[in-house]
């Protein structure tokens, strides 16, 4: 078990560009989140998968970023027409998803996106 | 809006303290509770997770819930400078989708 990978580390892209990341969880995992961290926050909240169906979408998270997890295994997500106000750490983080109410999240490394 | 709320620090305590942190959230209703502790640079990790009223013992680690009071803690015994870090708290509400909101998180600092 490799943990929770994510790629790339790091993403520098120009204003306007189009992005995107994977996550590759935890293989018994049912659950898959994405989190985006800026510096001095806490991991707030984009969307999340258990198994292959996009379940909630924060009310926050701009039309320009889409997420999918294909067959229910990594997942990717895209930012359209980046802004410098997406720069930041997306975090995707896996959990079982079999306990409900005791989310245990497990967290990969993370990309760390600045957008000039 | 559902709210995690946390005093940023820093906390600063010399090394073989006890080193207090806490979080207090705002949905009455929520029903577990988590201690992430993220080092500079990296990703959160969790150390603790606490679901009834009372104490959670874990090594030098012991969480603390009130849920009359909205308030959880998480102490650290014996502190060391490894434990330097932000240490965030999570909570997840009862029903719907259980997803964790975190607080801010606090950074702690262990001078020897």
């Known amino acids: 078990d490799t943990g929770v990978s994510q790629d790339p580390r790091h993403k520098i892209t120009k204003r306007g560009q189009n992005v995107t990341f994977r996550c590759d969880p935890i293989s018994e995992h049912n659950r898959l989140y994405w989190y985006r961290q800026t510096l001095g926050q806490g991991p707030e909240f984009l969307t999340y998968f258990q198994n292959e169906a996009q379940l909630e979408k924060s009310r926050l998270l701009s039309d320009r970023f889409s997420a999918e997890r294909p067959k229910g295994s990594f997942s990717t997500l895209e930012i359209q027409r980046t802004e410098q106000g997406d720069s930041a750490m997306y975090l995707c983080a896996s959990s079982l998803g079999h306990d409900m109410g005791s989310e245990k999240l497990f967290f990969g490394s993370g990309t760390q996106l600045s957008v000039l | 809006q559902k709210e995690v709320e946390q005093n940023s620090g820093p906390l600063s305590v010399p090394e073989g303290a006890i080193a207090s942190l806490n979080c207090t959230y705002s949905d009455r209703g929520s029903q577990s509770f988590f201690w992430y502790r993220q080092y500079s640079g990296k990703s959160p990790e969790l150390i603790m997770f606490?679901?009834?009223?009372g104490d959670k013992e874990d090594g030098r680690f012991t969480a603390q819930l009130n849920k009359a009071s909205q308030y959880v803690s998480l102490l650290i015994r014996d502190s060391q400078p490894s434990d330097s870090a932000t240490y965030l708290c999570?909570?997840?509400?009862?029903?719907?989708?259980?997803?964790?909101?975190f607080g801010r998180g606090t950074s702690l600092i262990v001078h020897p």
């Open positions: 606490i679901y009834s009223n």
């Open positions: 999570a909570v997840s509400p009862s029903g719907g989708s259980y997803i964790p909101t």
